[in-house]
């Protein structure tokens, strides 16, 4: 059931090119406008790309080059089903012909619908709710009831946009454990702005940025060691990418990290990231003088608490310092700074 | 779910044009009240004539509804749900009999159907008469009801949004199941108000139908037909089958407006 999507939208400047094994749960991350959704409306045939080819399990679902569309199968033929930030629960049926829909547009009969019905509320623990209507239900059960619907349609691949975004924080940690229990050997492309999702739910990570794919990789790997601005956003870090130039990281921006580079040295001019934590920065308005640091400008955005810390944005750097620190600096969004960081605490990667 | 409630005053004027509004449109219907006969009211409104009228009123107002509503629910899918080159066009065009005087919708009618009309030859030679008949006030009632049931229905379909529906056909439900399944169920309101709105136009439908129809009793005779030919005639029994329509639209109203909340 292995998916391959090649496909440009021109309208919405996307190109790229990805895979979902057989089995494999893919998460695709991303900031807003990366194209992420676009994605997946290509590959649920709810989008036609200006050029492209998307097969699932040998099948050809979308074939369009040269100005015409030579295959394009409807979406309700692509045995794909789509799971949305929002449950989208049919309001006028209970629970049961909810879940039992997708078997019964198959043409099985009522009896053996509801028979999958019920296999698939009690694999996603909503047994109790079977009888309930929609409106009766809290938003996590809802997008319990969603999960089981989707997958009692028997689909190759499960498209996820989102699923834990609308949900409480309190429901979500038990959501997350269940989907990776139901997911298992199920083929399946995530969308996610959250970590742990894309850690814990998926194999692999793709990651998005102006409508091209700018890194991929096991999710683990991708996350601890990022190499794009976004997945060290994500994964909470500070990334400077740039070239390797005498021990250091000269990025495009003007920036200059000196760092410790993991693995062989890279050699001079190779393009690298240099990696570092938010709590590892200090943030001054002179610069510091004594132990070989790196003193980067920054314009702060903004000010974030954060626990016990406050978080301070620049433009693609953060730095957690204590409170006591931001009022002795009389820190305010505008203001500009030197975020300094040892070379230490610096890992560099290369690209 | 909290309640909305008004920070700002509005004008105190306001409320005299308004209240003078409302009295317009109360008082005519307060005056049919008073003037009808009650002592032998229902003598008037069982007479021959008028109880043949009525049952005519209903049977093809019941008709031009289903028709409506054969006609219109696609009419109304296609315009929420596709767009196309000309598409505000054709949207105008089928709302044009609200606007248009109904008296010019039973002449273009008559030019349509009528003997020498442009389908009219054609159905003359199958022996088919269409003007003149019952069926006749079908069509003129149809003719101007139905932007009435187009408009809600579509109102209700942009209003309910498409996102239902992409997840039936994700769930496998080829186009046929999605609408029976998922789209009509989910606008159902919506085409019940409209239908109760498109019966209560057909019912009170009389320029398309006295000259695409005439007046025939029992025949083609409508209603509000035999009103306007009782009040020559007979003013009191014409009163008393004025607020028999009365009543009706007030139910009809209450109908539709039970359904929308």
Known sequence: MSLALTAAVDERDLDLELEVGDGEVVALLGPNGAGKSTVLALVAGLLRPDRGRITLAGRTLTDVGAGHTRTFVAPHARRIALLAQDPLLFPHLDVTDNVAFGPRSRGRSRADAARTAATWLDRVGATELADRRPAQLSGGQAQRVAIARALAAEPDLLLLDEPMAALDVAVAPALRQMLKRVLSGQSALVVTHDVLDALLLADRVYVLDGGRVVETGPSRHVLAQPRSAFAARVAGLNLVAGRWREGSVHSSSGLRVAGLAVGEKPAEGAWVAAIFRPASVGVFREPPGGSPRNALPVTVTDLEPRGDLIRVHGVDLMADVTPQAVADLGLAPGDRVLFSVKATDVTVYTS | ?261
């Open chain 2, 1 to 261: 779910m909290a309640r909305h409630q008004r920070q700002v005053g509005l004008p105190r004027w306001l409320f005299v044009p308004a209240a003078a509004g409302a009295l317009f449109v109360v008082l005519p219907l307060v005056a049919i009240v008073a003037r009808v006969d009650w002592p032998d009211f229902l003598t008037l409104v069982t007479s021959e004539s008028s109880l043949e009228a009525l049952k005519l009123s209903l049977r093809t107002s019941a008709a031009s509804t289903v028709l409506c509503v054969l006609l219109g629910v696609p009419m109304a899918v296609l315009l929420a749900r596709t767009s196309f080159r000309g598409q505000g066009l054709v949207r105008s065009l089928v709302l044009l009999p609200l606007v248009l005087p109904p008296v010019v919708g039973g002449i273009a009618l008559l030019y349509t159907f009528g003997r020498r009309g442009l389908l009219g030859e054609s159905l003359e030679v199958l022996g088919i008469q269409i003007a003149f008949s019952t069926t006749a006030v079908v069509l003129a009632q149809t003719f101007v009801a139905l932007p009435f049931l187009v408009v809600s229905l579509e109102g209700a379909l942009r209003t309910g949004g498409e996102r239902y529906e992409v997840v039936a056909a994700t769930l496998g439900a080829p186009p046929t199941t999605v609408f029976r399944r998922v789209t009509l169920p989910l606008v159902l309101p919506g085409l019940v108000s409209g239908a109760v709105l498109s019966f209560a136009r057909a019912l009170g439908e009389f320029g398309a139908t006295i000259t695409f129809a005439g007046s025939l009793q029992g025949v083609t005779r409508t209603l509000p037909l035999e009103i306007y030919l009782q009040r020559e005639t007979d003013a009191d029994a014409a009163v008393a089958l004025s607020l028999v329509l009365v009543v009706v639209a007030v139910l009809v109203i209450g109908l539709a407006r039970g359904r929308a909340t």
